[in-house]
């Protein structure tokens, strides 16, 4: 986790990532574990700037969230009872803000976890179960709201503030098709080989990077993404009557957490393909090779006049 201390790209400036945590659990494996299973909700709010750890709740672990004003959200899977699902992927999210020294200061910012009483009224957002996004993009409203967001982010509808990067869009799926001369129906599969196409093609290292932006944004990027799919996929799969169901489920939560935790590990390689130069070409011979003159014959020793008697 060393690569936390160098910075990612937000917006058209360079911002860090907030500091790891300063204790000495976060050197030992068990700890480090615990992060990367959390790094989908962390890695999006450190790029906030707002500094997270990992601590034990009541019966889970929570990530817990430090705010400009001292006070801190708790965010955790449903402590009582607790949950049986993946760490890190439970059925819903509880975020709080508290005070450790105004114990009246406490809201509930977001809560997708089902409720235990089924004639209790539900609340709005329990419909996203587990998903991540729309808990960061609650704690992003509020924590606007109160003035204690240290770097905003561009929302959804307000991108003006991002750099320029070629878009790819997927066609629509076309039917399957019933000869070989129809389109292929890999329609997102080909979307990809075409952005790879391009990065090939890439006239310089900026380029480049404009295209590893695509994949490694920490919330609109393709592995942001393809996490998600896998999540609802392993939700979709849990609907099913068979055992098996569940246990795919966890397969599918596990290969969301990889996934996600290849873009943490990922989160500079923008911003160190974009400071990359190009190899200068070798020179070249612009001249014929000198060729070694002949050295002249050695002058043979004058004659000596012959003297007679």
């Known amino acids: 986790m060393g690569a936390d201390d160098e910075n990612i790209r937000a917006g058209d400036r360079t911002a860090p990532l907030a500091p790891l945590p300063d204790h000495r659990n976060v050197a030992t494996p068990w700890w480090q574990e615990l992060w990367r299973r959390h790094a989908h909700i962390t890695t ?80 709005p957002e ?29 929302s959804a509808g307000d991108r003006s503030a991002l750099p320029a990067t070629p878009i790819l869009h997927a066609p629509e799926a076309p039917d399957v098709p019933d000869s070989a001369g129809r389109a292929s129906v890999y329609v997102y599969g080909d979307a990809l080989r075409a952005l790879t196409d391009r990065l090939n093609g890439a006239e310089s290292h900026a380029e480049a990077a404009a295209f590893l932006h695509q994949i490694l944004e920490p ?17 979709k799969a849990k609907e099913a009557a068979e055992d098996d169901g569940f246990d795919l489920s966890y397969d599918l939560a596990d290969a969301a957490a990889e996934i996600r935790n290849l873009g943490e590990v990922l989160h500079v390689a923008e911003d160190r393909m974009r400071a990359l130069t190009p190899l200068l070409p070798a020179p070249r011979l612009t001249s014929a090779p000198v060729r070694p003159q002949s050295l002249p014959p050695r002058a043979l020793p004058a004659a000596q006049p012959r003297h007679t008697r």
């Open 126 to 154: 329990t419909h996203h179960g587990g998903s991540v996004e729309p808990l960061i993009e609650a704690i992003d409203y509020r924590l606007a709201q109160l003035g204690l967001l240290p770097n905003p982010v561009a």
């Open 219 to 235: 919330c609109d990027g393709l592995l942001a993404q393809l996490g998600e799919f896998f999540e609802a996929a392993g939700e």
């Open 44 to 123: 999006p709010l450190r790029q906030r700037g707002l500094e997270c750890d990992i601590e034990f709740g009541l019966s889970a672990y929570i990530v817990r969230v430090s705010l400009p004003d001292e006070s801190y959200l708790i965010i955790s899977p449903p402590q009582e009872p607790s949950s049986d699902r993946p760490l890190g992927y439970p059925e819903g999210w509880i975020a709080t803000r508290e005070h450790p020294d105004d114990h009246a200061l406490f809201e509930v910012v977001y809560d997708s976890a089902p409720s235990a009483d089924p004639d209790a009224p539900q609340r």
